[in-house]
């Protein structure tokens, strides 16, 4: 089975700085997907950014972009220029790409910015 | 984009009641939709997979008989609580595959239930 790790339960960072979300996962698939959610506090799950497996290159959606290093099941969500509107629960989830290829999802990470 | 409606948002009932939560695919097509639980301050936690038109395929320790799933077309799944308790206060979200491109299938997320029972 998938699990997925995010180490950090709360993280803050001001206005405008950078802050990295971590996050680990344990497979023996060589081809999945990996997802990065936001969900504010109105709980709407948000999809951020997403990276397929086989590509070596990290995937960035404007001021967010990952770091996926393969080898050691890693994939964390860097956030650039943070503004208020960040503040959210960030959910890592893999997802494989078969078999009704549920999602599963991390703990969680609780990103403050603050102003 | 893709849109999932879920409905009610919210809806408060008394205990040994039965709730019926629905999601639906506005403009694609879904074969397969997704029931996940979230307890406060906690993650997703999957409790089946619908597949129109089969039975669902409930995680372990979900019990079938008491959160029923109907996926009766593909742009419609049902979650049924029966004879609800306050244990079963939580907050139900669904999600929908669009099926894209072999291997690129995006899950899209209604905005959730809140189900409190008193």
């Known amino acids: 089975a998938q699990t997925v790790t995010q180490s950090q339960p709360e993280m803050s960072v001001q206005e405008a700085e950078t802050v990295t979300l971590s996050c ?4 023996s698939e060589s081809n ?9 506090p109105s709980r709407q799950m948000i999809l951020v950014i997403r990276q397929e497996a086989y590509k070596q290159q990290n995937a960035t959606e404007n001021r967010f972009s990952v770091n996926f290093q393969k ?34 999802f991390g703990a969680g990470t609780r990103l403050t910015v603050k102003p | ?10 809806v408060i009932c008394k205990s040994g009641t039965s709730v019926k939560i629905e999601c639906r695919s506005l403009d694609f097509q879904a074969t397969t939709m997704f029931w996940y639980r979230q ?18 395929t409930y995680e372990q ?6 959160f ?51």
Request: aromatic content about 12%; some cysteine.
């Open chain 2, 39 to 56: 307890f406060p301050k906690q993650s997703l936690m999957l409790m089946a997979t619908s597949n129109e038109g089969s039975k669902a």
């Open chain 2, 68 to 118: 029923l799933i109907n996926h009766a077309s593909l742009t419609l799944s049902t979650l049924t609580v029966t004879s609800a308790h306050p244990e079963d206060s939580s907050f139900y979200i669904c999600s929908a595959r669009e099926v894209e491109q072999w291997g690129n299938q995006p899950q899209h997320f209604g905005d959730g239930t809140r189900l409190s029972i008193l």
């Open chain 1, 32 to 40: 999945y997907y990996l997802f990065w959610y936001k969900q504010p």
């Open chain 1, 24 to 27: 680990t996962y344990d497979t």
């Open chain 2, 61 to 66: 320790g979900v019990e079938k008989d008491k």
């Open chain 2, 1 to 10: 984009g893709a849109v999932v409606s879920q409905h009610p948002s919210w």
């Open chain 1, 71 to 104: 080898a050691a099941k890693s994939f964390s969500l860097k956030i650039s220029d943070s503004q208020l509107g960040d503040t959210a629960m960030y959910f890592c989830a893999f997802m494989k790409p078969y078999n009704n290829n549920d999602m599963r």
